[in-house]
């Protein structure tokens, strides 16, 4: 008789202890308010919430552990398939335990050329994997290609970087260095920023700010435009070009005509220079 062989696929998330459970009850019910009223319960809005959620539950662990999986399922009657399925597919939400500081180096096109490829290199040579006060990644862009090589602390910018400053940047923060970031709010730990994205206040200093002007590198086209007396072609209107008014037997013709595919190069070789 052959010996029973049991599997075990995984093991059942750790609940969070009563006081760490009542005090993100708390506050996930006031995310799920913002999408379900209360007096009016719509369970399918009330899905809404699970990106907020699902930061909640990443400022208290530092990452989307199972037992966050498992609150967020049972805070939206959704199976914890569904809510792995959200979570594994957004970059911004972390599978794996991270440091005080997530520190990410911009690896797309422009960063890379300016650099950004070798920032990332010195970084992986130059950090512990273990460390627990900065995890290193790279980012996909983030709209600061004005600024490249772009690197980011709990997505704040540290622009114009090069692998020498950004090896003192993480330097500074493993010792608890006051590091400022190139513009926007100060620097806050990985969870203080989860909590600010799951959508609860932001009080630091430069969070909010009014007025201001983009920097010399976004508006570099701009003056380069103006000073060369280049602007933007005025839209034109039917009675400008002598086009058909809308709605005219030839204004239908050519509605009729636009979607169709255009001819096949053969048909439509243009005449070589000289001839």
Same mark, same amino acid.
């Given at each position: 008789?052959?010996?029973k062989?049991?599997?075990?696929?995984?093991?059942?998330?750790?609940?969070y202890?009563d006081? !760490?459970?009542?005090r993100?009850?708390?506050?996930?019910?006031?995310?799920v308010?913002r999408?379900s009223?209360p &007096?009016?319960?719509?369970?399918?809005?009330?899905r809404?919430?699970?990106?907020?959620?699902l930061?909640?539950?990443?400022s208290? &662990?530092?990452? !989307?552990s199972?037992?966050?999986i498992?609150?967020?399922?049972?805070?939206?009657?959704?199976t914890g398939?569904?809510?792995t399925?959200?979570?594994?597919?957004?970059?911004?939400y972390r599978r794996?335990?991270?440091?005080d500081?997530? !520190?990410?180096?911009?690896?797309?096109?422009?960063?890379a050329?300016?650099?950004? &490829?070798a920032i990332l290199?010195?970084l992986?040579d130059?950090?512990?994997?273990?460390?627990?006060a900065?995890?290193?990644?790279?980012i996909?862009?983030?709209?600061?290609c004005?600024?490249?090589?772009?690197?980011m602390?709990?997505w704040e910018?540290f622009?114009n970087?090069?692998?020498?400053?950004a090896?003192?940047l993480?330097?500074?923060?493993?010792?608890?260095?006051?590091?400022?970031?190139?513009?926007g709010?100060?620097?806050?730990?990985?969870?203080?920023?989860?909590?600010?994205?799951?959508?609860? $206040?932001?009080d630091?200093?430069?969070? !909010?700010?009014?007025?201001?002007t983009a920097?010399?590198?976004?508006l570099?086209?701009l003056?380069?435009?103006?000073?060369?007396?280049?602007?933007? $072609?005025?839209?034109?209107?039917?009675? &400008?070009?002598?086009?058909a008014?809308?709605?005219s037997?030839?204004?239908?013709?050519?509605?009729?005509?636009?979607?169709k595919p255009?001819?096949?190069?053969e048909?439509s070789?243009?005449p070589?220079?000289?001839?």
């Amino acid at each position: 008789m052959s010996e029973k062989v049991y599997l075990q696929l995984g093991t059942r998330p750790i609940p969070y202890p009563d006081d !760490v459970r009542a005090r993100l009850d708390h506050d996930a019910t006031a995310i799920v308010a913002r999408y379900s009223p209360p &007096d009016s319960p719509d369970p399918e809005m009330a899905r809404s919430a699970l990106l907020p959620l699902l930061h909640l539950v990443q400022s208290e &662990d530092g990452y !989307v552990s199972p037992a966050g999986i498992e609150f967020c399922a049972a805070k939206l009657g959704l199976t914890g398939a569904e809510v792995t399925a959200v979570a594994t597919f957004y970059s911004m939400y972390r599978r794996e335990p991270t440091g005080d500081y997530l !520190v990410g180096v911009c690896t797309n096109t422009l960063c890379a050329v300016m650099g950004g &490829d070798a920032i990332l290199e010195a970084l992986e040579d130059h950090l512990d994997p273990s460390d627990n006060a900065v995890t290193l990644t790279h980012i996909e862009c983030n709209a600061a290609c004005d600024y490249a090589p772009v690197v980011m602390v709990n997505w704040e910018f540290f622009d114009n970087q090069t692998p020498e400053s950004a090896r003192s940047l993480v330097d500074a923060l493993r010792s608890d260095e006051a590091v400022v970031p190139t513009r926007g709010a100060s620097l806050c730990t990985f969870r203080e920023t989860e909590r600010i994205l799951a959508g609860f $206040p932001d009080d630091r200093l430069g969070a !909010v700010h009014a007025g201001g002007t983009a920097g010399a590198p976004t508006l570099a086209g701009l003056r380069i435009a103006q000073q060369s007396g280049m602007s933007a $072609p005025v839209a034109s209107t039917p009675s &400008d070009t002598g086009s058909a008014p809308l709605g005219s037997e030839e204004a239908n013709a050519a509605a009729t005509t636009k979607d169709k595919p255009a001819p096949a190069p053969e048909e439509s070789v243009p005449p070589e220079k000289g001839n």
